[in-house]
C-alpha cells in the first residue's frame, strides 16, 4: 500500500510552531495550491491544504517560511478525528510533511518581514525524516558576472 502525496503552492499565512508537553516541536500552516483548470468565468480556484510537520523540520519551517511563499511538500496523508465540546464527532485530513523544499528566497516576493534571514539549503539527508539543514554563511554570488568569461575545463564538466 501506498500513501505518498507531493503538493506545490503558496502558504495563506505565517506558520505556527507549538511544543507537545514533552518538549516536541510541531508546526501547522496551510497550503494554496491551484487547481489544475479554470472556472465557468475564467477564474483560478485553489485548495486549501493544513500541512503539519514535526520535530527539526517543524521548527525550520517555523524560522524560514512566511506567508506567500512558494513551497514544496512530500508527505502522506492522515484523517484524524475528536470529540468536540457539543459532542460531535470531527474528522481532520492533513499532510504530515517529511520534506519541505522552499522554492523561493525571501528576495523573490512571496511575503515575509522587512529584516534579511539567512536562506537554509538542502543538503539531502538519507531515510525518513532525516533531512539536514545547513546555513549559508555567504550573502556573495559565486556566479556573479564580473566581465570575465569562465575558464572550464572540459574535465570539470559532468556531462
Known amino acids: 500500500m501506498l500513501n505518498r502525496v507531493i503538493l506545490i503552492g503558496r502558504l ?3 506558520p505556527e510552531l507549538r511544543y507537545t508537553p514533552s518538549g516536541v516541536a ?3 500552516f496551510t497550503l494554496a495550491v491551484d487547481r489544475p483548470f479554470t472556472a465557468q ?3 483560478r480556484e485553489a485548495d486549501f491544504i493544513p500541512v503539519v510537520t514535526w520535530r527539526q523540520l517543524a521548527e525550520t519551517c517555523a524560522n524560514y517560511l512566511r506567508k506567500g511563499r512558494l513551497t514544496a511538500v512530500e508527505g502522506r496523508i492522515q484523517v484524524r478525528n475528536y470529540e ?3 459532542g460531535k464527532r ?3 485530513t492533513e499532510v504530515i510533511a517529511d520534506n519541505v523544499r522552499f522554492l523561493e528566497s ?3 516576493g512571496g511575503g515575509g518581514g ?3 534571514r539567512e536562506e537554509p539549503s538542502y543538503n539531502g539527508g538519507g531515510g525518513r525524516g ?3 539543514y545547513s546555513r549559508n554563511n555567504s550573502n556573495q554570488d559565486p556566479f556573479s558576472d564580473d566581465g570575465k568569461p569562465i575558464d572550464i575545463s572540459d574535465d570539470d564538466l559532468p556531462f
Open 12 to 14: 495563506t499565512r505565517d
Open 26 to 28: 510541531v508546526t501547522q
Open 41 to 43: 468565468g475564467g477564474e
Open 84 to 86: 468536540n465540546n457539543e
Open 90 to 92: 470531527v474528522y481532520v
Open 106 to 108: 525571501n528576495r523573490e
Open 114 to 116: 522587512s529584516t534579511p
Open 130 to 132: 532525516g533531512n539536514s
